[in-house]
């Protein structure tokens, strides 16, 4: 995957120097990449109000933050939302990004079956443990496994997809799983998981998903990246003030249906919406990730040389919220 991005970047690199941007009038439409999650839908419902913020919106949805990463090194994408370790892991190897904007906390919980007697962390030793590979949930497991004094050695880690994981825990696959929202809203609803813990107690602390911006769009398309931003705020801070707005839509657009509006209200409570981004949070998650080898990043990144969120405090303070 890491190799893929390494690749991927030269190939990018190499083509920016040959083509043309159109300048910023000219930008009819922005290219988002998004996850289907119920604290990634603020980012789908920028396409909702795209005409209010005057631009164009072609939204794109993935499967994981990984993903994201890989179109926007395809050149598929201007903007992507993902977790903060895709981010930095891409970034780690080469790719032409920055970190923007956040626009979720938390959105992880360590779940057991019913029977496994599993209560703590420690009490994973032995275990068969779920979790998707290349996202947040696997540098909080081993995040929360370094304070416990495991290694992988001590359980047996099933790399599965954010469904997945439910269905292997519903069918005692696996002892537990690290799992994100709403799934694990809806394996504690449905009552074939119980919550072991809400894993924030690690220098990581709550994961704060990031806005990432390609370089290419952020300098020279900056008007149109500007008016991006301004309806990304604008988006998020609908969704925070009138969670009657979010949860209509995340439960009948986003989900068809598929969750309901006690489990949106249960996934939200454990991933709140936020307008908010620093470049300590991301230097920590990275020396975290730099600790436990995941991401092998070929050099790791100075938050502090990625991180802009000059674009984000401006849309901040034009809507009035600093």
């Known amino acids: 995957m890491f190799k893929t991005f390494r690749a991927a970047a030269i190939i990018v690199a190499a083509a920016a120097t040959g083509l043309a941007a159109l300048p910023a009038h000219a930008q009819d439409v922005i290219r988002v990449g998004n996850l289907k999650l119920a604290h990634f839908a603020g980012v789908s419902y920028i396409k909702e109000i795209e005409k209010e913020c005057g631009i164009k919106v ?6 994981k933050g990984p993903d994201v990463l890989q179109a926007i090194l395809a050149g598929e ?5 993902t977790a903060s370790e895709a981010a930095i892991s891409g970034k780690g190897n080469g790719a032409p990004i920055y970190i923007v904007g956040g626009f979720a906390r938390g959105g992880a919980r360590l779940l057991a079956t019913p029977d496994s007697g599993i209560t703590s962390v420690a009490d994973l030793k032995g275990k068969k443990v779920g979790v998707t590979r290349g996202s947040i949930q696997e540098v909080l497991l081993a995040a929360e496994m370094g304070k416990n004094n495991l290694t992988p050695k001590d359980l047996r880690i099933v790399y599965l997809g954010y469904p997945d994981l439910n269905q292997a825990l519903m069918q005692k696959q696996v002892d537990a799983i690290m799992q994100t929202e709403p799934q694990s809203a809806q394996a504690l609803a449905r009552g074939f998981g119980v919550e072991v813990i809400k894993p924030y107690d690690t220098p990581v602390g709550s994961p704060i998903r990031t806005m990432v911006m390609t370089e290419k769009f952020y300098k020279e398309q900056p008007e149109a990246a500007k008016k991006f931003m301004a309806c990304f705020v604008k988006a998020q ?3 925070i003030k009138n969670p ?19 489990e949106f209200r249960d996934a939200l409570a454990n991933s709140p919406y936020t307008i ?12 975290v990730m730099e600790k436990y080898g995941i991401g092998k990043m070929s050099v790791p990144a100075k938050a502090d040389e990625w991180v802009k969120t000059d674009l984000l405090d401006q849309a901040k303070a034009d809507a009035g919220l600093n």
Do not use: N, R
């Open 58 to 63: 072609d939204l794109k949805i993935f499967a």
């Open 77 to 81: 994408l201007d903007v992507g939302a």
């Open 237 to 239: 801070d609908t969704f």
């Open 244 to 262: 009657e707005v979010a949860e209509k839509f995340v439960t009948q657009d986003v989900f068809k249906g598929q969750l309901t509006p006690e």
């Open 276 to 287: 908010e981004m620093s470049a300590d949070h991301i230097q920590k998650t990275t020396d």
